[in-house]
């Protein structure tokens, strides 16, 4: 069992302190509110890389954006997707979303291998997926996981938006139940929140590369399926790219994860987004499961915050790069990316040392 709760979870809202609209932190955990105020601060400070877009309205009415970070460009590009929070109660996997776009703004310039993906890849980024669930469970109870929308006959409520996708929708690992934490909706695609992400990715489906939607917790990297046995077409891609990820994640921090269909390596489960876009023809689909492994479960405490997004970014970049190489196999850092990544540490240094 876990220990001083109340500790953990005192700690973890004292973020909710309002802060200065421009001292954003990347290692507290972030209200809603406060997330809807970062993503307005993206936009106007990465105005050259960065659009929000209104993706579909919450049962509650409240607005789901999403960040699109691309590079202009003459010709067409593909798109990688990323979604957190679709389970409200894990509260790492929106730190996370937040973490991946911060790196990406503050490196595209000096790192060559981020420009490079831009080149030819738009990063859209769903920060909060499921927005009333997260907010309630801010407000009433942090352990909450489900959307926030009534049942019929019932005074529980919610829908576990993760079984509410149409893939086998229902068959196994999710119940009819409103007051079962894997409610599975009256019908696929009952929920605003699911039939906007089911909505968008169907209409782009053409140019997405890579699906890949965060968790909590497990330390897992899961692909498809949890309905099945049955492995997905290009399993043992997917299995070797996944376990270069896994590899590249240990190597930060020592973390060490497991990879393979979550009917494998979980539980059974239907309904998911992960099995969704695999099933709808998107090659690469990733569950990731971060921190931990049981000990403090869903309140990971906020000084974990920054290691588990550094973890994860090295392993989400290790497939990015794979996806991107494999269809852009000819593409390589230009030689001023190059130069400007090597160059400028050492203008610098220069600049520092004949100031002294």
Known sequence: MMENIQDLLDSQVQSEDKQAFNAHSYTKYHPMEEIYQWMEQMKESYKELVTQHLLGITYQK???????I?????????????????????????????????????????????DRFLQH???????????????????????WRKSMSP?????????DLNRNFDSQWCSIGASRNCCSNTHCGSAPESEPETIAVAT???????????????????????????????????HEEMMRVGEKAADALERKHGTKFKVGPSSWILYYSSGSSRDWAGDAGIDFSYTFELRDNGTHQFLLPADQIQPTCEETMAAVTTIIEHVHDKHFPNSSPTIVALWSGVLTPCLLSTYFVNSL
């Open 62 to 68: 409240r607005p789901m954006y999403y960040l699109k």
């Open 200 to 234: 968008f990715l169907r209409d782009h489906l053409q140019d997405i590369l890579c699906y890949l939607t965060i968790h909590s917790y497990g330390q897992l990297i899961l692909t498809p399926y949890g309905y099945t046995n049955t492995t997905a077409n290009n």
């Open 121 to 143: 890849i738009d990063f859209y980024v769903l920060p909060v997926l499921n927005i009333d669930g997260y907010i309630y469970s801010w407000t009433t109870d942090r352990l």
């Open 70 to 114: 691309s590079r202009k460009s003459d010709k067409p590009k593909k798109i990688i997707w990323m979604d957190c929070g679709i389970h409200a109660r894990e509260w790492i996997a929106p730190a996370f979303c937040q973490w991946f776009v911060r790196e990406v703004l503050e490196t595209y310039t000096a790192d060559p291998q981020t």
């Open 151 to 159: 049942c019929d006959n019932s005074t529980c409520f919610g829908t």
